[in-house]
């Protein structure tokens, strides 16, 4: 008789979202601030297809406010705090901890900051380090769904 080992199974769990924008006026020189804060707990079993559990914890906290210069120039500024609570990565032999790429880490960041303007004729320009979403995402992506945004 053989024994089979279970399946793999992956498991998420939402905990909190939550979101909050505060506006004054969307007029010449007034200021708009917003944020949100979402955590998750993932647990995975059979990770390492073996009898490997693993269990984190996910945060990701996002400030933002928006100062509209002018009727037509605002600049937006939006800072990103992501931790992991739970989870050692381990070492990875010749690779310095301080240089890997983390999808689940990065302490506070700006995550976007640009400058919008809107012309006469109606066109838009909006210049400086901001989230690109093309078509259906499969090629250009901001990946909203990694904890860090990439």
Request: hydrophobic fraction near 35%.
């Amino acid at each position: 008789m053989t024994k089979s080992k279970p399946s793999s199974s992956f498991l998420i769990v939402p905990i909190l979202t939550m979101a909050m924008s505060i506006s004054l006026s969307a007029t010449a020189n007034s200021l708009e601030w917003g944020g949100s804060l979402r955590v998750r707990t993932e647990y995975k079993d059979q990770y390492n297809f073996d009898d490997s559990k693993l269990g984190f914890s996910l945060s990701q906290l996002r400030l933002n406010g928006k100062w509209h210069v002018t009727e037509k120039t605002n600049i937006f500024v939006e800072l990103q705090d992501a931790r992991v609570y739970g989870y050692d990565a381990g070492e990875i032999p010749g690779i310095p901890i301080g240089q890997r790429n983390q999808p689940f880490e990065d302490h506070l960041d700006i995550h976007q900051a640009y400058v919008n303007h809107t012309f006469t004729d109606g066109n838009k320009l909006r210049v400086g380090r901001l989230k690109l979403n093309l078509g259906d995402q499969r090629l250009v992506s901001s990946l909203e769904w990694v904890n860090t945004c990439l």
